[in-house]
């Protein structure tokens, strides 16, 4: 049985082939409606989600299959103080696979090693997001055809934005990725990333985002993750550090494309969602694609 805890979990061959099945859902969705016919899904959100959440639940919809499941700690048995290793045996018995979000890190972990049914990582604390990652690396392939041979720039909380950890990540296997990592130096990637993932690869640490946009094939912007901060005041004064507006742009490769796992809440002006060059809306809907493919592929149904 096969869980996925963090994007390295599947190698660049079977992530190549979980894209493809993507992109063959997207062009023949009617092919893959009753795949999973008779099949539960479990969402377990211990943590607030939209996107997430409601892109399993529509991927396993698309598929045919059923959803159980609970969006806050507080209505689900975690609230008695139920551990996640029994939660997850409690619900191996009701469901054939699980998407779970966790404000704590390695909580999917803790989870797979107890659990009868595949386990997906839909977040652990300020760890990882793995299926972002699939969601960017399907835009990213999608939309620029090659996810090799790029220089993007990761913009905003580099610190403890997970979906750019999980990114970093995925993107050093392929070859000739730069990476210009945007941040204030509050906000730099952990020092594991810099010291261990990035070790070896071409990557520069700078402030200024308007330096960075002209050679940038893809920008990653971020939101400043509040719930993270210990301290209400740095939050206040870190959390518009970086807005991405129409001058900004402007200084941009007209084949620029502009990703965001969302919610934005002010780093990226509206008047850029016109900007054909703007993908985050697409993104989202390449996130359900991309969550149909892997169910399938966790329950060895594709
Ligand atoms: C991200 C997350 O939860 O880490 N959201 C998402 O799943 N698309 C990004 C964020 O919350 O800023």
Known sequence: MRHLISPLDFSVEELSDLLDLAN??????????????GKKLATLFYEPSTRTRLSFEAAMHNLGGNV???????????????????????????????????PKEGAATVASLKSGIP????????????????????????????????????????KFGRTVHSLINALVRYEDVKFVLISPPELRVPDYIRE?????????????????????DILYMTRVQKERFFNEDD????????????????????????????????????????????????QVQYGVYVRMALILRLLELA
Do not use: W
């Open 196 to 216: 261990e993932v990035l070790k070896g690869f071409d990557f520069e640490e700078v402030t200024d985002l308007e330096q960075a946009m002209p050679k940038l």
């Open 24 to 37: 063959d859902i997207e062009k023949n969705p009617e092919t893959y409606a009753h795949k999973c016919e």
């Open 235 to 282: 939050y206040i004064r870190m959390k518009d550090c970086y807005i991405l507006d129409k001058a900004k742009m402007s200084l941009a490769k007209e084949d620029m494309l502009v990703l965001h796992p969302l919610p934005r809440v002010n780093e990226i002006s509206v008047e850029v969602d016109d900007d054909p060059r703007a993908a985050y809306f697409k």
């Open 68 to 102: 159980i499941g609970f969006a806050t700690a507080d209505s689900s048995s975690a609230a008695k103080g139920e551990s996640v290793s029994d939660t997850i045996r409690i619900v191996s018995c009701y469901a054939d696979i699980c998407a779970m979000r966790h």
């Open 119 to 158: 386990v997906i990582n839909a977040g652990d604390g300020g760890h990882q997001h793995p299926t972002q990652t699939l969601t960017d690396l399907l835009t990213i392939r999608s939309l620029k055809g090659r996810l090799d041979h790029i220089t993007i720039g990761l913009c905003g909380d580099l």
